[in-house]
């Protein structure tokens, strides 16, 4: 297990984010489409001022945006009205973590999305149960479990689920939007 939860501890963020949360995720891998079928571009003056809070992350990069990707933000943003305050601020921080990422951190995310969904169902539980429990601890108790994974030679890491058993899943490593 501990082989594939490594690598795959980044990914798993943005995997319980949910589907608004992940949209910046997906908005950015759109397929092409033709001329025929693509909405007409929505500068950022354009958007009322409930779609700009929403999608004020976005502010900076709005009009650069494609008139697809612009479309799909904005169908999500109509949804943003159906959730409680506290999920809109959670959702909010992610979207601006995801902005503020660096374009190879940004596909390092997207691929590691890709191999979480490409796990059997059963794995996926486990993962998410284990990032979950890592979650629940005391800041504390994280913090030094992320000390003891960095000082662990990246071959002794392997073996983490071994020397602490399940019940002490490994930290997620530097750079990941869900380190405390």
């Known amino acids: 297990m501990t082989r594939i939860l490594r690598?795959?501890?980044?990914?798993l963020l943005a995997a319980l984010l949910g589907g608004v949360a992940a949209a910046p995720l997906h908005a950015q891998d759109a397929p092409p489409t033709s001329r025929g079928?693509?909405?007409?571009?929505?500068?950022w003056n354009s958007l009322d001022?409930?779609?700009r809070d929403v999608l004020a992350p976005l502010q900076k990069t709005w009009d650069s945006l494609s008139p697809r990707k612009q479309?799909?933000?904005?169908?999500?943003?109509?949804r943003w009205a159906t959730l409680p305050p506290e999920r809109r601020e959670e959702i909010r921080q992610h979207i601006a973590r995801w902005q503020q990422m660096t374009p190879d951190e940004r596909h390092q995310a997207r691929?590691?999305?890709?191999?979480?969904h490409q796990l059997p169902p059963q794995q996926?539980?486990?993962?998410?149960a284990t990032f979950e429990r890592f979650q629940q601890l005391p800041p504390a108790q994280r913090e030094q479990l992320i000390r003891e994974w960095?000082?662990?030679?990246?071959?002794?890491?392997?073996h983490w689920?071994?020397?602490?058993?399940?019940?002490?899943?490994?930290?997620?490593p530097p750079g990941d939007p869900g380190h405390p």
């Open 7 to 11: 690598p795959l501890l980044p990914l």
């Open 37 to 43: 079928d693509m909405p007409p571009p929505r500068p």
């Open 49 to 51: 001022p409930a779609q």
């Open 71 to 78: 479309s799909r933000m904005l169908q999500r943003a109509e």
């Open 111 to 116: 691929e590691n999305m890709r191999k979480f």
């Open 124 to 128: 996926r539980e486990q993962l998410h």
């Open 150 to 158: 960095h000082a662990l030679p990246p071959a002794e890491r392997l």
């Open 161 to 172: 689920d071994e020397r602490h058993g399940h019940d002490r899943p490994p930290p997620p």
